[in-house]
């Protein structure tokens, strides 16, 4: 009798456990589905770009967007729009698509500096380049109806997340005749930092009353660029005046950034330009 039971116990157990291996899974997968069913879970990621540019240094900040300016074509001035054609035209056979420099239409980001800000931003550099001695003091405030301001992006095609925004802000010169004596022409600006890295001034001064190697120390410093040299290889062809002097910056990758100071006489025009 007691073997019967221990046999009947056997079987039933070996039922039992034939049952849980063929209906077990599906009854614990529709169970997992009906729990996550509806339910919604928040998982952490990565964004690739989020915070990326602000890694750059000043350094390959500068590099990036000489090497974007070199890879399009817009006018520096009144005068290097007349006089800068065949320099134009030699410039084509140095672009190789890896640099854009293209107008950014999304508008800036909660951080950056936005069209409300700009003019502001650009007198408050334009009165602490003065302090410095960069700028001459004669150099009038910007207003918001004598100028525009474009917002661009700066970006390496091969490298997408090396990228900056910047403002330009330039004089209307569409109306005949228009002042431009102590006037700012154009200028780059940073839309993060409100540095300035490129600009053209009208001024009294002559070339002659200028410190170019004072300019360039203080302008680094106030950029917060590192290893400066004179940059002796320099092709006078290239320039569309007798009056400029060139230096150069580590960039990124082992290459350099030229940042040129020059004088156009007659017009008593006042540059530091970091594109060619």
């Given at each position: 009798?007691?073997?019967?039971?221990?046999?009947?116990?056997?079987?039933?157990?070996?039922?039992?456990?034939?049952?849980?291996?063929?209906?077990?899974?599906?009854?614990?997968s529709k169970y997992n589905d009906k729990k996550s069913l509806n339910h919604i879970e928040a998982e952490p990621i990565e964004e690739?770009?989020?915070?990326?540019?602000?890694?750059?240094?000043?350094?390959?900040?500068?590099?990036?967007?000489?090497?974007?300016?070199?890879?399009?074509?817009?006018?520096?001035?009144?005068?290097?729009?007349?006089?800068?054609?065949?320099?134009?035209?030699?410039?084509?056979?140095?672009?190789?698509?890896?640099?854009?420099?293209?107008?950014?239409?999304?508008?800036?980001?909660?951080?950056?500096?936005?069209?409300?800000?700009?003019?502001?931003?650009?007198?408050?550099?334009?009165?602490?380049?003065?302090?410095?001695?960069?700028?001459?003091?004669?150099?009038?405030?910007?207003?918001?109806?004598?100028?525009?301001?474009?917002?661009?992006?700066?970006?390496?095609?091969?490298?997408?997340?090396?990228?900056?925004?910047?403002?330009?802000?330039?004089?209307?010169?569409?109306?005949?005749?228009?002042?431009?004596?102590?006037?700012?022409?154009?200028?780059?600006?940073?839309?993060?930092?409100?540095?300035?890295?490129?600009?053209?001034?009208?001024?009294?001064?002559?070339?002659?009353?200028?410190?170019?190697?004072?300019?360039?120390?203080?302008?680094?410093?106030?950029?917060?660029?590192?290893?400066?040299?004179?940059?002796?290889?320099?092709?006078?062809?290239?320039?569309?005046?007798?009056?400029?002097?060139?230096?150069?910056?580590?960039?990124?990758?082992?290459?350099?950034?030229?940042?040129?100071?020059?004088?156009?006489?007659?017009?008593?025009?006042?540059?530091?330009?970091?594109?060619?």
């Amino acid at each position: 009798m007691g073997r019967s039971k221990r046999n009947i116990g056997l079987v039933l157990f070996t039922v039992l456990v034939f049952a849980v291996s063929v209906w077990g899974p599906e009854k614990m997968s529709k169970y997992n589905d009906k729990k996550s069913l509806n339910h919604i879970e928040a998982e952490p990621i990565e964004e690739e770009n989020e915070g990326y540019r602000y890694t750059m240094n000043n350094n390959e900040k500068l590099y990036i967007l000489a090497k974007c300016l070199n890879s399009q074509k817009l006018p520096e001035s009144e005068l290097s729009t007349m006089t800068k054609v065949e320099a134009m035209e030699n410039s084509y056979d140095e672009l190789t698509g890896s640099y854009a420099f293209v107008v950014n239409r999304q508008g800036p980001s909660e951080k950056e500096i936005n069209k409300q800000q700009i003019y502001d931003v650009c007198n408050q550099q334009l009165e602490a380049l003065k302090e410095l001695g960069v700028i001459p003091e004669s150099v009038k405030k910007v207003k918001a109806n004598a100028y525009n301001a474009v917002l661009y992006s700066a970006i390496d095609i091969l490298e997408p997340r090396n990228n900056l925004s910047v403002w330009k802000v330039s004089l209307f010169t569409s109306q005949q005749n228009a002042d431009k004596s102590n006037r700012l022409l154009d200028a780059y600006i940073d839309a993060d930092t409100g540095k300035i890295y490129e600009f053209y001034v009208r001024t009294d001064l002559t070339w002659e009353e200028i410190d170019v190697d004072d300019i360039m120390d203080k302008w680094s410093s106030y950029v917060g660029l590192e290893n400066m040299e004179v940059y002796e290889d320099t092709n006078p062809l290239m320039e569309n005046t007798p009056y400029f002097k060139k230096y150069r910056f580590p960039g990124t990758a082992e290459q350099n950034t030229v940042v040129t100071v020059g004088f156009y006489e007659g017009i008593n025009e006042l540059f530091l330009k970091i594109s060619k």
